[in-house]
């Protein structure tokens, strides 16, 4: 089952700020400058961690992962938004091989 994740970072130094935005780009959709929306299997998200986490300086940095559900269901709808829509918000998985 595929969950759906917002993924949102705050990272300190500008080098690994676009390390970092370059691997989210593998497994979500950008909402903002470093905001995610991640529809993702475990093996993904266990994936994800492992690349993030090779990424950050885990004393300077933080990355925040939040479970919205299932991709399916609420998950899917779970992101509302005021002003602007989100253009690139789709059903779109990652593959990972």
């Not at 690349?51 to 299932?70: C, H, S």
Request: proline share 2%.
């Amino acid at each position: 089952m595929r969950l759906a994740y917002l993924v949102a970072y705050d990272i300190s130094d500008p080098k690994r700020l676009r390390r970092v935005h370059r691997t989210m780009r593998g497994y979500g959709d950008a909402l903002q400058l470093s905001v995610f929306h991640c529809q993702l299997s475990a093996a993904e998200r266990v994936l994800m961690i492992e690349a993030l986490t090779k990424v950050i300086n885990t004393r300077e940095d933080q990355i925040l992962i939040v479970n919205l559900g299932p991709a399916e269901q609420r998950g899917a709808n779970s992101i509302e938004t005021l002003g602007r829509t989100i253009d690139n918000a789709s059903t779109r998985c990652a593959i990972i091989v």
